[in-house]
């Protein structure tokens, strides 16, 4: 059984920073891609980012480009998405999610498996 659970999320003023965690339970987190969703009140759930097993290759939204970071601590087990920059439209509830493998850097929300609670991103103007 994987579990995973984000911590990080708050409430900031827009042009800051905040930096989320996921932490992975499970012995294979380092052969899983791994990325970053979002959803917005009223609104579907989007891609933000995605990184491969090693760390050496990411992707990210358009959205995301140029502001938010991905990484991934395999000793740790934990993923991280380094949020910069931010705007009033960033707020939503962010989610790590992790894909077994077989899809790439995928920003298809059905590759991936396993998901977290969520935490939550607030972004005031």
């Known amino acids: 059984q994987v579990q995973l659970v984000e911590s990080g999320g708050g409430l900031v003023q827009a042009g800051g920073s905040l930096r989320l965690s996921c932490a992975v339970s499970?012995?294979?987190?380092?052969?899983?891609?791994m990325g970053w969703f979002r959803q917005a009140p009223g609104k579907e759930r989007e891609f933000v980012a995605a990184i491969n097993w090693g760390g050496s290759s990411t992707y990210y939204a358009d959205s995301a480009k140029g502001r938010f970071t991905i990484s991934r601590e395999n000793a740790k087990n934990t993923l991280y998405l380094q949020m910069n920059s931010l705007k009033p439209e960033d707020t939503a509830v962010y989610y790590c999610?992790?894909?077994?493998?077989?899809?790439?850097?995928?920003?298809?929300?059905?590759?991936?498996?396993?998901w977290g609670q969520g935490t939550q991103v607030t972004v005031s103007s």
């Open positions: 999610a992790a894909d077994r493998g077989g899809h790439g850097l995928s920003f298809d929300e059905r590759h991936y498996a396993y």
């Open positions: 499970g012995r294979t987190f380092v052969t899983y891609v």
